[in-house]
Each structure stands twice: as structure tokens, then as C-alpha cells.
């Protein structure tokens, strides 16, 4: 029983990986944001607010310069900016998620890594690169 609970939670785990993996470069700018704040003495609640607030900018920047600009090459450059910081930590999570999965090999944990890297990089671009749904209410 014990051991559906475990792949049940690391399935939905992978799922929220894939879900949110566009949100990897806006998430590690609030981390270290909120991390510098708390350090410089604005407090927890400070740092919590400082960095949920940068995380937040940093996206709505990205998708306001991605969805209103005609230049290829822009939308190339803040894609490739979003899209790097989610293929690392998809290499990151499946990096460690093999070794605790049993593989001994190093060399097989890193093919799985860079395969895993790969998709959510793939998943990360489409995602970012799609048109937004259609409202219902239009």
C-alpha cells in the first residue's frame, strides 16, 4: 500500500513538473529575491511578499514582450530565457529522482536526465509558445 502512495505522489509530482515547468526562471528569481530581502532585514513576511512580487514581474514581462512582439528573434531570446532554466531543473529533478529510483549506474541516470531535460524543455517551449486558450465567455 505503502508503495502506491510513494509512485502515486512522485506521478503527480512529474505531472506538476511538466504543468510548471514554465515557471522555473519566474520561481528562482522570487526564491532569490526573497531570499536577498530577508537577508538585508526586511523579514520574513518582507522577503515572502519581495519575492513573491519579483517572481510575478518577471512573468508578465516575459509574456508581455513575448505575446506583443513580431520579431522573431525576440520572441527566440525570451523563449530560450525561460525555456534554459526549466530544461535545468528538469535535469536537476530527474537526476535525483533516478538515483532514488535504484539506478546504480551514473552513466544511466544521466542519459535519463538528459532525456528528461529534453522533454520538459520541449514541453516548457510549446507551452510557452502556444496561443492562449479561447475564452468561453466571448
Sequence with gaps: MVLVLVLAAVGFFCILLFKFAIYALPAAIGVS??????????????????????????????????????????????????????????????????????TSSPAWRHVFAVVGAAVIGWVSFTRLASPPPESSLS
Excluded: H, K, N
Design 33 to 102: 529575491v526573497g531570499y536577498w530581502a530577508v537577508t538585508t532585514g526586511a523579514g520574513v513576511v518582507g522577503g515572502t511578499l519581495a519575492g513573491i512580487v519579483a517572481g510575478v514581474l518577471v512573468f508578465v514581462l516575459g509574456q508581455v514582450v513575448f505575446t506583443s512582439s513580431r520579431s522573431v528573434l525576440v520572441r527566440s531570446i525570451v523563449a530560450a530565457i525561460f525555456v534554459i532554466p526549466a530544461i535545468w531543473a528538469g535535469y536537476s529533478l530527474i537526476l535525483q529522482l533516478s538515483e532514488m529510483a535504484g
